[in-house]
């Protein structure tokens, strides 16, 4: 437990129901008071502890003279024309980390980042350019659903989604992965049932494994991007290691709630992986997979060599999988006016604060 503060630098978001019993009977206090806390901090987003009127005085007291609920802080805001607000967020030490709300026709998403950077190397994902920096601890993750919540004035228990779909594969990060699902998750917590909560992954296979031990677990959702070995190999060089096959065979064994479907998302790129072809074969390859495609069209932009599929050619793309009986919905790219996929902020060394500018968020396609 104390190293778990220490490590976080007395910064209490992050801990959990059992962590902040414990920091309760360190404090010589009866642990419900931990559970008490608990719901303070993630239930009313309460930051000041002499707020915390249900706990005694002696613990607020001894609460704000040793510990700090802290969020990252805003250092830009770039709100796009369609509604969506891509933030960048500064943690602790200096690194920054994307986060973007997504309001989309009364259903409000937050798409959040598991790493600074990411190591995965996806040949279409400008994050992927940063190379990976460190994993985000639990309480970063939160950080970034409590900053933009609050900074949209979202009042608790309004309900939202939550995308693990920012900057990072949250597979290579899972145990503070899951453990920032469990608190989300907790009805004491931020009570957000978990069929709102979805980790999307390039495809880490023993980690897609070892995510179906879990007993709470959000949804998971599956980078595809295409429909053949050396396709996705040229694509996503991780396919070397965890090939389409073992990928596919592990989605076949991932458990599933009565009416879950995995979701797979596929990226078009034109001329790349967009043929009618392509999707014939996917529809092969997902056979036997309780499971749904979303096909997004690519948000280009600079430094990377590929352009989106066009209209025409998506439509056919999700007509076919249609024609297979899989359930396929075309996503747009939230933001398209200001900028295209996750780290381009930071690529765009938009670091310091800035105010709204006219250019738009959409998440990475991992
Ligand atoms: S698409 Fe996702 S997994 Fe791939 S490099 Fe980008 S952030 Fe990493």
């Known amino acids: 437990m104390k190293a778990v503060i220490s490590a976080s630098r007395d910064n209490l978001l992050g801990l959990d129901k059992s962590d902040l019993r414990e920091l309760a009977a360190l404090c010589e206090e009866p642990q419900f008071r931990g559970a008490q806390l608990f719901r303070n901090i993630y239930a009313r987003r309460q930051r000041d502890f002499a707020e915390c009127t249900e706990l005694p005085a002696r613990f607020r007291h001894l609460l ?7 969020y990252p802080a805003i250092k830009a805001r770039i709100a ?3 509604g969506a607000v891509r933030y960048l967020l500064s943690l602790h030490d200096g690194e920054n980390v994307e986060t973007v709300f997504m309001p989309d026709e009364g259903r409000l998403t937050l798409c959040v980042s598991s790493q600074v950077g ?16 460190r994993n985000l601890e639990a309480g970063e993750i939160l950080g970034q ?9 979202i009042p608790p228990a309004t309900p939202f989604n939550v995308v693990f ?3 990072g594969e949250p597979l290579l990060n899972l145990a503070p992965v899951m453990k920032a699902v469990r608190i989300l998750a907790d009805r004491d917590g931020m009570a957000i049932p978990l069929r709102r909560i979805t980790i999307s992954t390039a495809g880490i296979v023993p980690k897609i494994r070892e995510m179906a031990r879990e007993t709470v677990r959000p949804k998971l959702a599956i980078s595809l991007n295409a429909s053949t070995e050396e396709q996705r190999t040229a694509l996503m060089p991780l396919n070397r290691k965890y090939p389409l096959s073992e ?3 592990a989605c076949r064994e991932f458990p599933l709630g009565s009416r879950e479907r995995l979701t797979f998302e596929y990226v078009l790129l034109d001329g790349i992986n967009d043929t009618d072809s392509d999707a014939q074969r996917v529809a092969a390859l997902l056979g036997g997979i309780r499971s749904k495609v979303n096909l997004i069209p690519y948000n280009a932009g600079p430094d990377l060599p590929y352009r989106p599929s066009p209209l025409r050619r998506v439509l056919a793309f999700q007509k076919i999988l249609q024609d297979h009986h899989i359930p396929a919905f075309i996503r747009i790219s939230r933001g398209q006016d200001i900028m295209a996929a996750c780290g381009q902020l930071r690529l765009a060394g938009m670091e310091s604060e800035t105010a709204p500018v006219d250019v738009a968020p959409s998440v990475s396609p991992g």
Do not use: E, I, P
């Open 64 to 70: 704000s003279s040793r510990y700090r609920v802290d």
């Open 165 to 167: 779909m920012g900057m």
């Open 80 to 82: 796009s024309r369609d």
């Open 145 to 153: 659903v409590m900053a933009v919540t609050a900074a949209q004035r």
């Open 247 to 249: 990928l596919l065979q």
């Open 118 to 133: 990411c190591a995965v190397n996806c040949h279409f994902c400008f994050t992927a350019l940063l190379g990976v920096k």
